[in-house]
């Protein structure tokens, strides 16, 4: 069951000034979207930084934050892994 909406001035005013920040970030983000947009379209036509290469610097840093967040617990090499027991009948 879903409470009702419980009827508070002082509530009322943090939730107004909370919904008027939080609509204020996403006009910020819509314009630094803009201007990542318009960046990347000038560095490709100059040819500094092909589209290729910016895709794949964006996936390295993308994952060096996740990599960040959620560190591996295991620093297995591939040796490791490939002689795991049962690993090659499994795979097979």
Do not use: Y
Not at 65 to 87: C, F, I, K, Y
């Amino acid at each position: 069951a879903i409470a009702a909406p419980v009827s508070c001035s002082v509530g009322g005013d943090v939730v107004a000034q909370f919904t008027k920040a939080v609509q204020r970030l996403s006009q910020r983000q819509a314009e630094l979207q803009d201007e990542i947009w318009a960046l990347r379209s000038c560095l490709d036509a100059a040819g500094s930084i092909p589209r290729q290469t910016f895709l794949v610097q964006l996936h390295r840093q993308r994952f060096a934050r996740v990599l960040q967040e959620h560190p591996l617990e295991h620093a297995s090499s591939l040796e490791d892994v490939m002689n795991t027991p049962g690993l090659t009948l499994a795979v097979s």
